[in-house]
């Protein structure tokens, strides 16, 4: 296991809710990345957060957004949800911004009815 | 666009084969390849290559870095019904962020 926790695991939610996924990450990391994991795909990068602000961005559009708190645990939020949203959502820390391996979660799978 | 493409996308094998799975990636401001396995929800990590032509080992996988030709391979000997998962291939890609691109992954199934 690799420290980093995610809550909850799974959730249901219809067209159009919100919805706030919460990441913890592994003891000493500052910097957490988002990926959407579809079914049968591999993970897709949403964005990253490194010491509370946000420090890149994959192509998803701006209702995903997300909150890096002081201790370097992540929340990812979308809104107005879609069908398309139904996924498994990762999020992954590292210790250093760049070069550094990433520790997953073991994901929150969202489906959106 | 950044791509990453695997092959096979799934593969059966007897226990005690030996397999290998085949990354190769077309991304602007290569840093580093890694490989991940995952079985469940969260993908594990097994190695990092940064350097061309170095393999990395661990056990029965090994894996090598062929920068030249954009690709990467990673090999599993006597294979175990615990080898089956989803084998992600990800480039590490900098553009502000360590954004990592992800192939579609390789299922494979060992069977007893």
């Known amino acids: 296991e690799t420290g980093v926790t995610q809550s909850p695991t799974h959730l249901i939610k219809t067209r159009g809710q919100q919805v706030t996924l919460r990441c913890s990450s592994q003891?000493?990391?500052?910097?957490v990345s988002w990926y959407q994991q579809a079914l049968g795909q591999g993970p897709q990068f949403i964005f990253q957060y490194y010491r509370e602000e946000e420090n890149g961005r994959g192509n998803f559009p701006p209702r995903f957004s997300g909150l890096q708190f002081p201790n370097y645990s992540s929340e990812l939020n979308v809104n107005a949800l879609e069908l398309d949203d139904s996924a498994l959502y990762l999020c992954a820390s590292s210790l250093l911004v760049v070069s550094d391996t990433q520790y997953f979660g073991p994901g929150t799978r969202l489906t959106v009815l | 666009e950044d791509k990453v493409v695997q092959s096979p996308l799934s593969l059966v094998v007897h226990e005690g084969d030996t397999v290998t799975l085949n990354c190769s990636y077309e991304?602007?401001?290569?840093?580093?390849l890694l490989w991940y396995k995952q079985e469940k929800k969260a993908p594990t990590f097994l190695f990092m290559l940064t350097s061309s032509g170095i393999e990395k080992k661990s056990g029965r996988l090994s894996s090598i870095l062929d920068k030249k030709e954009l690709s990467s391979i990673l090999n599993i000997t006597a294979t175990q019904t615990g080898d089956s998962a989803i084998y992600l291939c990800a480039v590490e890609a900098i553009q502000g962020a360590q954004k990592l691109v992800f192939g579609q992954g390789t299922r494979l199934t060992i069977n007893p």
């Open positions: 003891s000493g990391h500052n910097t």
């Open positions: 991304v602007t401001n290569f840093r580093s």
